[in-house]
């Protein structure tokens, strides 16, 4: 069965395990614990510490499916970071667009599979963008990245962010991003 | 036809394309169905069809018929000796099976004396019986000759005789230098390059890894002041070396003065952080021969600080349950179903290896040693990634 997987990653409370849920055939594995954290606390109540993990049936006929892995946010976690990467098509990088703290941390996210070498294709996704106005500027990295504003619980966002960056690695243009 | 080739450098298990060529199926013991399904569960989500499932009860049902397995999975509470008698018996079918035992259970206490690892990764038992098959002599009179002061030496627990022996050379060693000995007979568990054992203070996790016969000893879960709470260093003058923790500390403890036990600390929260790396330093050079059995990546990081141990990174894979179950202690039996199936991509990878299928594996020296660092060509079938946008697209 021929499975390939997309690797969906960002900051805490950014919406990775929603973007998953939204277009995963089966309900997603998840791996939430209780928030313990005292600066993330009524935030939300649960956070992913070691993966989420969806899937979409692409073709019956060719057992072909589509992997969609979300990682832990905090840089805590980081270790599932690397271990999560593997194998991955392309990366989703989704940011809280009306926290800037979650905006500044792209480059955080960027930086570490750019040090691991890592070099697929990457789309960032600024959630929340319907929701508020005070979107942060995420400054020159949008030259380098496809930079959309999505709703993570719209279907039809999240599709858009997945076509992006599948196009993206169709095209293999993402090799010489500079960020 | 055409086939457009996209290649792009990646890090991939690539079990979806191994999983193809699985010689034979995967089987998956347990005590309990529930528990064999969620192995069995990780081994569809997969794509692996090809698995077999049985309890401990139908291993020993006459109609059982064993076959040849590409790999095996055991989930147990107590490696039994029905269990080994198991192993031993997959093992004279399959001398090279590769063969996981997890025992998601903590503090198991089996024979009075003998702690039962957490977790046991039988994943090498080749290499033990290399080790066993090549000198254990050799390990034996290093220790002697003061080469290595502290030195294991590992044993196939299915093969009693050759444990015997070890055993017997073991306990040759004069009192004095008993501390640089195992004591193997109290570990006939330790089959495999490392233990998972169990505090049986506080019930958390503390480790003890066996690595090119070295040694590394490490307590992930507690502060400074938590292990000086628990442990009284002040009075310890233990010099044996068990898989109880705590003696295993103490033994630390007495082995150099000045050294405070503390310091042997490597908090998992923090890693390897400044003051543990100094803290490894203080040993004088060649005093102990401690590997670091960590994540290649942490060892790469960290290599040029520590300078006086032998570093040695564990294939890929050993890891991945290690820092998870020791950062997520609690949480462990949640994460086991999705971690297990990350877990099967390197067992695979193993198989892959040992079936000599053809590879685009690569090795990098990143830490000083052969790592097992993968770069891999995947190749798309024309069509298939027009369908994955299709599908997309229609969603």
Known sequence: MPAYKILVTGPFNSGKTTFIKTVSDIAPVKTEKIVTEKEYIGIKEKTTVAMDFGMIAIDKKDNLVLHLYGTPGQTRFDFMWDILIDGALGIVILADSTDKKSVNAIPVYLNFYKSKGVDIPIVIGLTRADKNDSIYDIGNIAQSFPVLKINAEDKEDVKKTLLTLLERFSEQSYGNAKY | ????????????????????????????????????????????????????????????????????????IILEKFFTDQLKDFVKLLRNRQSNLPIIFFSK????????????????????????????????????????????????????????????????????????????????????????????????????????????????????????DQINQIYNWQDVTYNTL????????????????????????????????????????????????ISLVAPSFI????????????????????????????????????ILKVVTALYFGNIVDIVKRKSSISSNYKTSKTDGTETAIKYKTVVIKEGFLAKIINKIRGL
């Open chain 2, 1 to 72: 036809m055409q086939f457009v080739i996209l290649t792009i450098k990646i890090i991939w298990l690539e079990y979806h394309i191994t999983m193809k060529k699985l010689p034979d199926p995967i089987l998956l013991i347990g005590s309990e169905k529930v528990e064999i399904e969620i192995v069995a569960i990780a081994c569809k989500a997969l794509g692996y069809d090809q698995y077999e499932t049985a309890t401990v009860s139908d291993i020993k049902s006459d109609s059982f018929k064993l076959k040849h397995y590409s790999f095996a």
């Open chain 2, 105 to 224: 259970y903590s503090t198991v206490k089996i024979e009075n004396t003998i702690r039962l690892p957490s977790i046991t990764l039988v994943r090498n038992m080749e290499y033990a019986i290399k080790k066993l098959d090549s000198s254990p002599q050799e390990d034996v009179e290093a220790a002697q000759n003061g080469t290595t002061k502290l030195s294991a030496i590992i044993a196939d627990i299915t093969d009693e005789e050759k444990l015997k022996t070890v055993i017997k050379k073991t306990k040759q060693q004069p009192a004095t230098k008993s501390a640089t000995i195992l004591d193997l007979e109290r570990k006939q568990h330790l089959y495999d390059t490392f233990v998972f054992a169990t505090n049986n203070v506080t019930g958390d996790y503390v480790s003890l890894f066996f690595h090119e016969g070295y040694v590394f000893l490490v307590d992930f879960s507690k502060t400074e």
């Open chain 2, 242 to 289: 068990s898989i109880d923790d705590q003696q295993v500390i103490r033994f630390l403890r007495k082995s150099k003065t000045g050294w405070r036990k503390s310091e042997f600390i490597w908090n998992a929260s923090k890693y390897l952080t400044t003051d543990t790396i100094k803290a490894l330093n203080i040993f004088p050079e060649g005093s102990f021969k």
């Open chain 2, 299 to 334: 060892i790469s990081r960290y290599q040029t600080r520590i300078k006086h141990f032998s570093l040695a990174s564990l294939a890929s894979g050993d890891w991945t349950l290690q820092s998870l179950q020791y950062r997520f202690p609690t949480h462990f039996d949640e």
